[in-house]
Nanobody
Framework: QVQLVESGGGLVQAGGSLRLSCAAS????????MGWYRQAPGKQRELVAV???????NYAISVKGRFTISRDNAKNTVYLQMNSLKPEDTAVYYCSRWPSPFGSWGQGTQVTVSS
């Protein structure tokens, strides 16, 4: 049974930085491409960044050049370094498998960017 635990969110001013972590258990982490997703109030969950098993990455246009996804297979953890944060980045951030998320989501981590 997969368990995903996201952490590292918080309240930050526009232009600031945060580093999110997602620790996975119950899965063979290294064989999956992983993604960071986010859901803002009243909006659908959207894909933010993806990292393949080999380490190649891809980003939503809205975060490209500001966010960096990485993974540590030895720690079963995926990270999201977020720089130059904007108020529109405010959301709950989740990690899961890409392109098909696991059947359950973690609790997410709240990111709030003040203007």
């Amino acid at each position: 049974q997969v368990q995903l635990v996201e952490s590292g969110g918080g309240l930050v001013q526009a232009g600031g930085s945060l580093r999110l972590s997602c620790a996975a258990s119950g899965i063979s982490f290294s064989i999956y491409a992983m993604g960071w997703y986010r859901q803002a109030p009243g909006k659908q969950r959207e894909l933010v960044a993806v990292i393949a098993t080999g380490g190649s990455t891809n980003y939503a246009i809205s975060v490209k050049g500001r966010f960096t996804i990485s993974r540590d297979n030895a720690k079963n953890t995926v990270y999201l370094q977020m720089n130059s944060l904007k108020p529109e980045d405010t959301a709950v951030y989740y990690c899961s498998r890409w392109p098909s998320p696991f059947g359950s989501w973690g609790q997410g981590t709240q990111v709030t960017v003040s203007s």
